[in-house]
């Protein structure tokens, strides 16, 4: 798990809707580039500055602008300010920390994500923030960083296949949702590897850093969790709220985005349960490993403490010890000895001991 | 449990509704047959060709379409429009890791479940993805491999006894939901089985290989708490939902359907209570054990150190130690050594420690 | 708990509402009799066959059969037809592992319980099947075996005393699953006091044999409570359904009987609260002895290990060893291991060992 | 924990509403006494016969009747016909282990609580079974034993300060359950008390007797929390249902009472979690004494198990062992041992082990 | 965490509504100052004597009173009938173990809240009781120290920017809140660096101080959660219930706020969950250690305790041992023993053991 990053903090009373980048320190500049397309045609990307962004007062078809990186401030704002978006809004878009969260205003819905990837580095998800904005006629989407994420969906929308380019912004708001719980499914694999790894090393070589990284497992899962409830309520709200913004024909969409949540939701309790209970057959195996080693103390200390004994009555140096004159008392006691190591052998493997 | 499928996913970017087959490979082909019923005869099985299954204008009767093997996208393409279907629900056909659910059409309703086998080899669960779509007049049943599962309901409508032939389509989908729920009560009772056979071990003979029982039912009881939790939603929509394609006589049956469905949850639920419990018991009976090994090292060495202790003494060197020189020196040594191991002995026997 | 009976299954594929006795086996013959009553006087016992119990047209009064046994299909059968039940219904009469429901019908509602009862030979409950279904002036009710759970019913009625005279079938109906619910304060009361007795041992004198202990009342419990929970939602039911066959003046009773049950439940959780933290403490107390055998071993050893080595020293052969030679060699030595002894005696004194 | 009183049972197929006293032996006589005021004046408190106690017709004012002692069942009974109480009721309030509830009459509203009081002697709780009826103009109050814990509000209705005399019945019903409630805050004020001194000894110095302590504490607040639970759904009913015996003005103080409620929920919820963390630090802390004896033990052996085998070594009788003739044999072999025993001294040291 | 306060308790028998402050003494005389403001300009800070506030008939713009300190109950009092709050309400003022609440009068909504802050000292959190009511053209907000949380507010309303002057009291309300909230960031920000900082210790070097420290912190969390967790229902019946005093605008507002609450609490529950992980890790790296420590102990034993008995062997005194007297005999045994040594060496090595 990345470091979790600062909690969400506007400098302390400061007004509530005054922006601030929140997040890792960033020198790229941000980017904003825009598409559009409709039934008959598409425009591809153009880079824009931020003040040439604008909705359109009768939209034709569907405008879509990306902007890359939120740690910008002033680009933001002005955003905001063109597409009368609530300060609130803004301000939740700069915040890496925001938690995800569907709110619906009166021209807009604003759409918070976590996109998730797999670090194979060290072994654990790495999370990053991301806003969607489905308006009339556009759709704004925000991500930390340049990514590739979306660029399918843009794919889509040249090759004019599939209904994306007949439907309108709803459905493109929809496929880059989609595309960012698609994701979830190829890191929950990566994670569920590691897990079955981990449970492989735990049931038949527990060692010390088996500890660690059931330990990491489990706070990785934690992470994921945290990451991807919310977006149950997300798709949850995008169904059942009857906003205009979006069509009926877009709703059978959203049930299959609500199935695909419930089931990475599923997967990662599953992967919980399951390695929640790794912690107690490690312990389990760690008690069998050292009652094996107790036995076998046990057996040695048992079989040779006693003749060892027997080995020290005879070395006493008492000048009336008749044994000791006696022809065949060296041999005797051997004997003795070894019948009695025999003995105790066959004891101890008779209670499976040894 | 079977190494877990791959998760859902189309290839990364591809349209929502394009159509993948998701599961292990396969390389048999898709075989389609129908059977036709109503109340005066029936029209046994026959293998038709995708392009000649289509919905009937005025049904009479039932027509039920069964298609063994999910893993032909052409086939289910060609299904799929004849039968009206939305894209989203063939690719929920053909994905073998889709988890269960019922999604209400405007014209049909369609239902994903797991068949559920106990896998004797292994001892464990193997679920196979199935789906059922009921129609006006039509039913369509598809199997990831062809099966036998329905082969008794086929046996009811040739027999044409109880109410079968004389019902709709509704009925014949709730009779084949049933077949399948009917399986989970035959799995449960093997995997009862294995729970009282491990329980058994743990109680009386823990052994290393008894936690990883342990913990493989875990897993087992955990895959099929996720196949079969779903369930209880499914057949309470079907309940609920005023759909005018499920008659009212069908719902008794369907109330039937769902107390199965809790009934299998209930001992689902009890059985991971137990084994859970289990591991609890595992680790006290270690611990007794290791108690026990403890017991007789502590017994062995504290009756034996002490004596070798006082052999060492009378082993000395020392020129001056008169108890040597004197004639009941080492008889006197033996009875006091006896006089102190019968004494520990008979501490530790108090102690119920041997 | 006695073995968990077989899973709930007609034969497979058989139709659904196929009556078939699930259950032990049992040769005894199947009773009725049938008991009527009004106001004004009562018709005692009456042993009947199965065709002769009609539902009469006019009801005067409540009439009341009981049927011991049902493990014999054919009267299940005559009596369903007899009486109008869905198949459904007798089907789950013969099924003496069917969970506790109840079943709203247009004419008649249907009750399915467990009887539960302590055996004291293995210290553990027994639960029977048993069925109540209430009619329009008639009440069936269904027992595994012939038994006298309903008789202070029957002294009721015979007495007249009391309000049972006055009121109709669905009163008659409350009492007897009133007289089940009684049975479950009995069978609690001894399980509690078999939770006190292994309460005292775990906190006193753990064992292995208690740990055995501890995980048969945790599985008597989690049968109970399977067995009994359902209750509360039948009872539930009875309340807020508002069946006509059910009358107002009754349903302050039935309010009465939600409360047992809730007192019921309560009681269980509250149990398997308590065994389940006996496990730690039995866990808790394992460990304490344990460490107590440690300490004596640690005791034993480290007093005794430094004194033989000092033993060994001058029991070494070399010629030049001045103290053996000294006059005074033995007392000093043997001096100076007793004061080595006390010192670690003291010691460990000090640290509480011993 | 009082020993758990019996499991409410009237006598087995007793009649419903039959009432039977269920409790400890008693042998005080009950007594009832009478209070009556209004705005303008109070009548003290007299001692009345059961059939001295009727509701007025036309009640000016309040009159309340304290009943101290429920095991005369012939009192309840004249008590129950004088003012019209359901048999069940009378039954409610004769059995001391009824849980707490309330029921809705036509005309009266029925409260059983539990009355909560710590015991110093056995540092554990007690609880007492009380119950309030509140009918128009009449309020009636019975506990267990003669207490006086309804004494101030006598008192304040004496002083006629505040607003009890201005308000009406259904105020008084108020300040008796709140001064129940209040009685609550008392009790798990000491309770947290002690959970604090045993925290500390766990922490500090945890012994046998800790965990005894321990789990007495667990078990007394599984006892509290079965008593007080079911006061919040009390609390809220009030609140909710809008009896026309409850006026508007007294709601607010049941908002209150509500969140007195929940408070003492909560405050033994928290006491519950720091009690269940509480055994896991037991073990722990248990684990790390029994490795402070291990690595005792450990170094004591390690240490001198090496030297004795070394004196063993030149405690053997050869003939041909030169370093036994050697002048500097002695001294030589002293110091290796001496250096052998301080390097394995620094070794354990370096470990952190001594 | 601060020892728990004394439960809320007014005198036993004290009539409710008795305003009695709860909490430890304070010396302080209680302060109240005054600002007002509206669009266009604003008064500062102005000390008052309690009877000097009172609600204006008709205000214009805002007023807002703060008072520092709550345990003078005079001034409360007259504070109370001043502006017409019910009894019940000022006592909650004066109770700093009220729990967060929120409660809607006619004619103001009364908030209590918890301010919390992070003690470096003990490295615990401290909370403070505070309260704030939003009344028709005024604010009250209460602390229990003179304290400087609500700086930022003030600032902001001198300053004139942002929108809290051209707003009205309910987003004054709003903003202290707020402010409170912002605090809870804050001290989870310190809390999670204590969590990590455990948590490292936990994996890589646990000692009993550090399964204090995890219980310390498991306390804090306990506290922590129960103080927040009421917020989340306080900003949930903000936005829910229709007050006339909440304005449309301020809603908005409160669904940030109400998201902040449910971020804070997301995070404790994220933080416990690691927490109680925490104790797993650290029992079983005890475990692991004192394995180790076994592991020595038995390698230790296992090897000289063999070697030991041979030279027993050849330290008696028997007088017909042939070995003695060869020439060869001492170095064959020397070298035999090495042998041994090393053979079990190799063989424990090949156990991972050393």
Same mark, same amino acid.
């Given at each position: 798990?990345?470091?979790?990053?600062?909690?969400?903090?506007?400098?302390?009373?400061?007004?509530?809707?005054?922006?601030?980048?929140?997040?890792?320190?960033r020198s790229e500049s941000v980017t904003i580039s825009r598409m559009r397309? =409709?039934?008959?045609?598409?425009? %591809?990307?153009?880079?824009?500055?931020?003040?040439?962004?604008?909705?359109?007062?009768?939209?034709?078809?569907?405008?879509? #602008?990306?902007?890359?990186?939120?740690?910008?401030?002033?680009?933001?704002?002005?955003?905001?300010?063109?597409?009368?978006?609530?300060? /609130?809004?803004?301000?939740? !878009?700069?915040?890496?920390?925001?938690?995800?969260? /569907?709110?619906?205003?009166?021209?807009?819905?604003? &759409?918070?994500?976590?996109?998730?990837?797999?670090?194979?580095?060290?072994?654990?998800?790495? *999370?990053?923030?991301?806003?969607? !904005?489905?308006?009339?006629?556009? @759709?704004?989407?925000?991500?930390?960083?340049?990514? %590739?994420?979306?660029?399918?969906?843009?794919?889509? &929308?040249?090759?004019?296949?599939?209904?994306?380019?007949?439907?309108?912004?709803? #459905?493109?708001?929809?496929?880059?949702? %989609?595309?960012?719980?698609?994701g979830y499914f190829q890191v929950l694999e990566q994670v569920g590897e590691?897990?079955?790894?981990?449970?492989?090393?735990?049931?038949?070589?527990?060692?010390?850093?088996?500890?660690?990284?059931?330990?990491?497992?489990?706070?990785?899962?934690?992470?994921?969790?945290?990451?991807?409830?919310?977006?149950?309520?997300?798709?949850?709200?995008?169904i059942r709220d009857e906003s205009p913004l979006v069509s009926h024909e877009?709703?059978?969409?959203?049930?299959?985005? #609500?199935?695909?949540?419930?089931?990475?939701?599923?997967? !990662?309790?599953?992967?919980?349960?399951?390695?929640?209970?790794?912690? %107690?057959?490690?312990?389990?195996?760690?008690? =069998?490993?050292?009652?094996?080693?107790?036995? /076998?103390?046990?057996?040695?200390?048992?079989?040779? !403490?006693?003749?060892?004994?027997? *080995?020290?009555?005879?070395?006493?140096?008492?000048?009336?010890?008749?044994?000791?004159?006696?022809?065949?008392? #060296?041999?005797? @006691?051997?004997?003795?000895?070894?019948?009695?190591?025999?003995?105790?052998? &066959?004891?101890?493997?008779?209670?499976?001991?040894?």
């Open positions: 798990m990345p470091k979790e990053k600062k909690a969400p903090r506007k400098p302390i009373g400061a007004s509530p809707g005054t922006v601030a980048y929140v997040g890792r320190e397309y =409709n039934p008959n045609g598409f425009e %591809d990307l153009q880079v824009l500055k931020p003040a040439e962004c604008l909705p359109e007062a009768n939209p034709q078809g569907v405008t879509w #602008y990306t902007v890359d990186g939120v740690h910008d401030v002033e680009v933001l704002r002005i955003l905001g300010e063109n597409f009368k978006l609530h300060p /609130l809004v803004v301000e939740d !878009i700069a915040n890496t920390s925001q938690r995800p969260k /569907l709110e619906q205003f009166d021209d807009y819905i604003f &759409i918070a994500l976590k996109m998730i990837t797999y670090n194979s580095a060290h072994k654990g998800v790495d *999370a990053e923030h991301s806003s969607i !904005i489905l308006g009339n006629g556009w @759709v704004l989407s925000f991500l930390e960083d340049a990514g %590739d994420v979306f660029e399918p969906v843009r794919a889509r &929308i040249r090759s004019g296949k599939g209904r994306i380019r007949k439907l309108g912004p709803d #459905y493109l708001a929809y496929a880059l949702v %989609d595309a960012v719980v698609d590691d897990v079955e790894r981990v449970e492989e090393e735990v049931v038949s070589d527990a060692k010390p850093s088996t500890l660690r990284a059931v330990h990491h497992l489990k706070r990785e899962l934690i992470f994921l969790r945290r990451s991807v409830w919310p977006m149950r309520e997300i798709a949850n709200s995008l877009t709703r059978v969409f959203l049930r299959d985005l #609500y199935d695909h949540t419930i089931h990475t939701i599923d997967t !990662i309790e599953t992967q919980r349960d399951i390695v929640s209970g790794m912690l %107690d057959v490690y312990l389990s195996s760690v008690s =069998n490993k050292m009652n094996q080693v107790m036995k /076998l103390l046990t057996v040695m200390s048992s079989i040779f !403490i006693p003749l060892t004994f027997v *080995a020290g009555i005879y070395g006493m140096n008492f000048e009336y010890m008749p044994e000791l004159h006696w022809v065949w008392g #060296y041999p005797v @006691v051997l004997a003795a000895m070894l019948t009695l190591a025999v003995s105790l052998t &066959i004891f101890f493997r008779r209670k499976h001991w040894i």
